[in-house]
């Protein structure tokens, strides 16, 4: 991360640059445990634990979608299919609908295996086509897995959806209440950050770089273009997988309805607002578009009158006081705004992948340089014959 | 199954077919200029839809005023819509998209989700979510009886002004200077920019005919089924896409010619009776399985030299047709392989896909029973169209540039 700035940096972000990214990692970490602590506390409404809840949700989904989109440069409108795959998987094996009761560990699994399957079966036929028509496919796939969800009534009970999943018992820990919910999915976002964050580092998450970056240069330097792609095909919609398991016990209640179309396109809102192959991009990405509507309508209808007491805003026109406390409302034209403007004025992202960077600002050639040099392995006396 | 019947619902797939094709132009044109697939064009649709029923409900236009007046409104409203929907294409292009010409594929697609869910929720905001109504004074009522059958004269209305835009079209690219310009920029941007084409001016002006073209066909739904709503440009976006890909994006022709196709696949898939069609997947999977597993390894074989067609290769080349999937996954992990192998393995899997797409098809109908097909279900047939057509043929069927352009 360090290294990608270079050219007009102002001091405070030189400053906290200097700062080791462990102190970043670590001041995370610690924050997020301790979070819930302030709800037994008594300082905080039970709400914002949920809204946690939700955000971790899309910060595993954001994880698993930057993998295929941001790493790999390949566009998923229907990711949110892989994630209805995991949910559907745990709530008919661990719900009185069918009738199974599964425990925790094997589902997590299955989950996860079953939407990988999925990402093969997508993958295999579909990556040979190029980026904006695997958009297409995928969106096509996505409705497809949806409509099958809502019309295939038998089993999945149609629009009314499976109710009453059982709650997970790991290794004797039930698990019921929100707060031990959100340990839970904190547990396994930091797992995947992880996981992820050594995939990417790994020759593997080079592959992808440099695919998306320049696929026949890549492949001409012995990348099996194919093996590569679906790898980060089958790896992201396990982590979909992953995210429906742990939602579908969480909600204890799903349907169709959450799986819609604009749940994929709010996701890749949220990888490119945080930056597009950036892990710590997608996190950040992920929780700011998910709680800011919710914080912009408590800041304004909660925090705001206790401080300024609760008149401050009658001389305001009627307008500006129903577009700050029904914010809900605004929430999708935010996302399209957002990805709009991001994509204009910042491709990059809040926190920028390094080589992400040097793609989207080609005028600049000190990273450019850095690119071929960290994933072609170009020397300096090979410079001239690419001239 | 009556001659009446199918008769009817031909007339009915064209009309879709037709309404498809008007928005499948605008899709096509933009990729032909640009190879970018504007993915705001099914909002850009809605809108001109509304603002054709809102500029409607304006004039006041009511069962009381003689017909000529109803149709200057109806002929009113339509100009306003399709200037509205021609700035806005306009101007989503100068401020969404020109910024961005030049940069990697996937960031202007970006930018066009972002610009259609913006567009969605403005839309929302200022004409509300509910379904906006066209002043059926407006509409006609009328229907005429032909070879037996109940035909509403708004079907031959729709034909009649899709087909006159379109041969407009034809005109405008292939007689006219923009057309040439657009037809030099859709073959070779740089090339064209070199010859002094002002290329800017041309993509402005392929957006501005394909955000029209859009309008009429906003306007058209819009009195086809009564009402028009904010999100009904999503599926429309999507089947005319779905029609322009199948016809071959960037080809003009073709994307008339697929709407057309995907229209009648759409009517007939539910409206005729699902006995028969499962019937139909039946015999399909029968054939796609003959083809699997006797015929192509057989053609496949064909393409080795005779001193190198040992049985164990031969036998090898026919369980790869069997047990395509096993075989896909593990020529594409293997780190050598030889090209027949590969071009066979993925061939099979195609093969394979596509008689598993048919069997499920007649496991689905058969299920169904004799009921109709749930709408729900439509939806399915255009998505599953599309990507048989992506995998089997991604240039469409009359290919991706035509000749016409060249």
Same mark, same amino acid.
């Given at each position: 991360?360090?290294?990608?700035?270079?050219?007009?940096?102002?001091?405070?972000?030189?400053?906290?640059?200097?700062?080791?990214?462990?102190?970043?990692?670590?001041?995370?970490?610690?924050?997020?445990?301790?979070?819930?602590?302030?709800?037994?506390?008594?300082?905080?409404?039970?709400?914002?634990?949920?809204?946690?809840?939700?955000?971790?949700?899309?910060?595993?989904?954001?994880?698993?979608?930057?993998?295929?989109?941001?790493?790999?440069?390949?566009?998923?409108?229907?990711?949110?299919?892989?994630?209805?795959?995991?949910?559907?998987?745990?709530?008919?094996?661990?719900?009185?609908?069918?009738?199974?009761?599964?425990?925790?560990?094997?589902?997590?699994?299955?989950?996860?295996?079953?939407?990988?399957?999925?990402?093969?079966?997508?993958?295999?036929?579909?990556?040979?086509?190029?980026?904006?028509?695997?958009?297409?496919?995928?969106?096509?796939?996505?409705?497809?897995?949806?409509?099958?969800?809502?019309?295939?009534?038998?089993?999945?009970?149609?629009?009314?959806?499976?109710?009453?999943?059982?709650?997970?018992?790991?290794?004797?820990?039930?698990?019921?209440?929100?707060?031990?919910? *959100?340990? +839970?999915? =904190? &547990?396994?976002? @930091? /797992? #995947?950050?992880?996981?992820?964050?050594?995939?990417?580092?790994?020759?593997?998450?080079?592959?992808?770089?440099?695919?998306?970056?320049?696929?026949?240069?890549?492949?001409?330097?012995?990348?099996?273009?194919?093996?590569?792609?679906?790898?980060?095909?089958?790896?992201?919609?396990?982590?979909?997988?992953?995210?429906?398991?742990?939602?579908?016990?969480?909600?204890?209640?799903?349907?169709?309805?959450?799986?819609?179309?604009?749940?994929?396109?709010?996701?890749?809102?949220?990888?490119?607002?945080?930056?597009?192959?950036?892990?710590?991009?997608?996190?950040?990405?992920?929780?700011?578009?998910?709680?800011?509507?919710?914080?912009?309508?408590?800041?304004?209808?909660?925090?705001?009158?206790?401080?300024?007491?609760?008149?401050?805003?009658?001389?305001?026109?009627?307008?500006?006081?129903?577009?700050?406390?029904?914010?809900?409302? *605004?929430? +999708?034209? =935010? &996302?399209?705004? @957002? /990805? #709009?403007?991001?994509?204009?004025?910042?491709?990059?992202?809040?926190?920028?992948?390094?080589?992400?960077?040097?793609?989207?600002?080609?005028?600049?050639?000190?990273?450019?340089?850095?690119?071929?040099?960290?994933?072609?392995?170009?020397?300096?006396?090979?410079?001239?014959?690419?001239? | 199954?009556?001659?009446?019947?199918?008769?009817?619902?031909?007339?009915?797939?064209?009309?879709?077919?037709?309404?498809?094709?008007?928005?499948?132009?605008?899709?096509?044109?933009?990729?032909?200029?640009?190879?970018?697939?504007?993915?705001?064009?099914?909002?850009?649709?809605?809108?001109?839809?509304?603002?054709?029923?809102?500029?409607?409900?304006?004039?006041?236009?009511?069962?009381?005023?003689?017909?000529?007046?109803?149709?200057?409104?109806?002929?009113?409203?339509?100009?306003?819509?399709?200037?509205?929907?021609?700035?806005?294409?306009?101007?989503?292009?100068?401020?969404?998209?020109?910024?961005?010409?030049?940069?990697?594929?996937?960031?202007?697609?970006?930018?066009?989700?972002?610009?259609?869910?913006?567009?969605?929720?403005?839309?929302?905001?200022?004409?509300?979510?509910?379904?906006?109504?066209?002043?059926?004074?407006?509409?006609?009522?009328?229907?005429?009886?032909?070879?037996?059958?109940?035909?509403?004269?708004?079907?031959?209305?729709?034909?009649?002004?899709?087909?006159?835009?379109?041969?407009?079209?034809?005109?405008?690219?292939?007689?006219?200077?923009?057309?040439?310009?657009?037809?030099?920029?859709?073959?070779?941007?740089?090339?064209?920019?070199?010859?002094?084409?002002?290329?800017?001016?041309?993509?402005?002006?392929?957006?501005?005919?394909?955000?029209?073209?859009?309008?009429?066909?906003?306007?058209?739904?819009?009195?086809?089924?009564?009402?028009?709503?904010?999100?009904?440009?999503?599926?429309?976006?999507?089947?005319?896409?779905?029609?322009?890909?199948?016809?071959?994006?960037?080809?003009?022709?073709?994307?008339?010619?697929?709407?057309?196709?995907?229209?009648?696949?759409?009517?007939?898939?539910?409206?005729?009776?699902?006995?028969?069609?499962?019937?139909?997947?039946?015999?399909?999977?029968?054939?796609?399985?003959?083809?699997?597993?006797?015929?192509?390894?057989?053609?496949?074989?064909?393409?080795?030299?005779?001193?190198?067609?040992?049985?164990?290769?031969?036998?090898?080349?026919?369980?790869?047709?069997?047990?395509?999937?096993?075989?896909?996954?593990?020529?594409?992990?293997?780190?050598?392989?030889?090209?027949?192998?590969?071009?066979?393995?993925?061939?099979?899997?195609?093969?394979?896909?596509?008689?598993?797409?048919?069997?499920?098809?007649?496991?689905?109908?058969?299920?169904?029973?004799?009921?109709?097909?749930?709408?729900?279900?439509?939806?399915?047939?255009?998505?599953?169209?599309?990507?048989?057509?992506?995998?089997?043929?991604?240039?469409?069927?009359?290919?991706?540039?035509?000749?016409?352009?060249?």
């Amino acid at each position: 991360m360090a290294k990608s700035g270079g050219k007009k940096r102002g001091p405070i972000a030189t400053a906290l640059g200097r700062v080791p990214r462990w102190v970043y990692l670590t001041a995370a970490l610690v924050l997020a445990v301790l979070f819930p602590l302030l709800h037994s506390a008594g300082l905080m409404d039970m709400l914002w634990i949920r809204v946690a809840i939700r955000s971790l949700t899309f910060v595993l989904l954001a994880l698993g979608l930057n993998v295929v989109m941001g790493e790999t440069g390949l566009l998923n409108l229907g990711y949110v299919a892989f994630f209805a795959i995991g949910a559907y998987t745990t709530a008919l094996l661990s719900s009185p609908s069918l009738g199974f009761h599964w425990s925790f560990w094997p589902l997590l699994v299955l989950s996860m295996v079953f939407a990988m399957l999925a990402g093969l079966l997508v993958g295999l036929p579909t990556l040979r086509l190029r980026g904006d028509y695997l958009a297409i496919v995928t969106l096509a796939f996505g409705e497809i897995v949806r409509t099958v969800f809502l019309n295939v009534t038998s089993i999945t009970n149609g629009a009314a959806g499976i109710p009453a999943i059982y709650t997970p018992n790991i290794f004797g820990w039930v698990v019921t209440e929100p707060p031990q919910f *959100y340990y +839970l999915i =904190l &547990f396994f976002v @930091v /797992v #995947v950050v992880i996981a992820l964050t050594n995939v990417k580092n790994s020759r593997v998450g080079r592959a992808w770089n440099a695919l998306r970056e320049d696929e026949i240069a890549a492949i001409h330097s012995g990348i099996d273009a194919t093996r590569a792609k679906i790898l980060a095909m089958v790896i992201s919609a396990g982590v979909a997988g992953l995210a429906g398991c742990l939602f579908a016990y969480y909600q204890s209640f799903i349907n169709p309805t959450y799986f819609l179309f604009m749940q994929s396109v709010i996701v890749v809102c949220m990888v490119v607002l945080g930056g597009m192959g950036s892990i710590p991009g997608a996190v950040i990405g992920a929780i700011v578009l998910d709680s800011l509507p919710d914080v912009i309508r408590a800041t304004f209808s909660d925090w705001l009158p206790r401080v300024f007491g609760p008149t401050f805003m009658a001389s305001w026109p009627a307008w500006l006081q129903s577009f700050f406390t029904d914010f809900e409302k *605004y929430r +999708l034209l =935010l &996302f399209g705004i @957002v /990805v #709009v403007l991001v994509v204009i004025f910042r491709p990059e992202g809040l926190l920028p992948d390094t080589l992400w960077r040097s793609e989207t600002h080609e005028e600049d050639p000190r990273e450019q340089e850095y690119t071929r040099q960290t994933l072609f392995d170009i020397d300096e006396g090979n410079q001239d014959l690419e001239a | 199954m009556s001659f009446e019947q199918v008769f009817s619902l031909t007339v009915s797939g064209v009309t879709v077919g037709m309404i498809y094709a008007l928005i499948a132009l605008g899709y096509t044109m933009v990729y032909g200029v640009l190879e970018f697939i504007n993915f705001a064009h099914g909002e850009v649709f809605t809108f001109g839809g509304i603002m054709a029923a809102v500029v409607l409900g304006w004039t006041g236009v009511s069962d009381a005023m003689p017909i000529w007046l109803r149709v200057v409104c109806l002929g009113g409203a339509l100009v306003a819509a399709v200037l509205a929907t021609v700035g806005l294409g306009l101007a989503i292009e100068r401020l969404a998209y020109r910024p961005l010409r030049g940069r990697s594929r996937i960031i202007p697609l970006l930018a066009a989700i972002g610009v259609s869910i913006t567009l969605q929720q403005l839309m929302i905001l200022v004409f509300g979510p509910d379904s906006i109504i066209v002043p059926p004074s407006v509409v006609p009522a009328q229907f005429v009886t032909l070879f037996g059958s109940r035909i509403r004269v708004l079907a031959f209305i729709i034909i009649g002004i899709s087909l006159l835009l379109m041969l407009g079209l034809t005109y405008i690219v292939r007689s006219t200077r923009i057309g040439k310009a657009m037809r030099a920029t859709s073959q070779d941007i740089e090339a064209a920019q070199m010859m002094g084409i002002e290329t800017n001016h041309v993509i402005a002006f392929t957006f501005a005919v394909g955000s029209g073209l859009a309008a009429v066909g906003g306007l058209l739904v819009t009195m086809y089924y009564g009402s028009i709503r904010f999100d009904s440009g999503y599926i429309y976006g999507l089947k005319a896409f779905t029609a322009a890909v199948l016809g071959g994006i960037g080809n003009i022709p073709g994307a008339v010619v697929g709407s057309l196709i995907l229209g009648l696949a759409e009517t007939y898939g539910v409206g005729l009776n699902l006995g028969l069609l499962m019937w139909f997947f039946v015999a399909g999977l029968a054939a796609g399985l003959y083809f699997q597993l006797v015929r192509a390894p057989k053609r496949r074989l064909k393409h080795i030299r005779e001193e190198d067609r040992t049985p164990a290769y031969e036998r090898e080349i026919m369980r790869l047709y069997r047990l395509a999937p096993v075989y896909a996954v593990r020529v594409a992990l293997a780190k050598r392989t030889d090209a027949l192998m590969a071009v066979s393995a993925r061939h099979a899997l195609q093969l394979t896909l596509g008689n598993v797409f048919l069997a499920v098809m007649a496991i689905v109908f058969f299920l169904n029973g004799h009921a109709q097909i749930d709408p729900q279900w439509q939806n399915v047939i255009a998505f599953a169209v599309m990507m048989i057509i992506l995998l089997f043929r991604p240039s469409g069927l009359l290919g991706e540039h035509s000749q016409e352009k060249v």
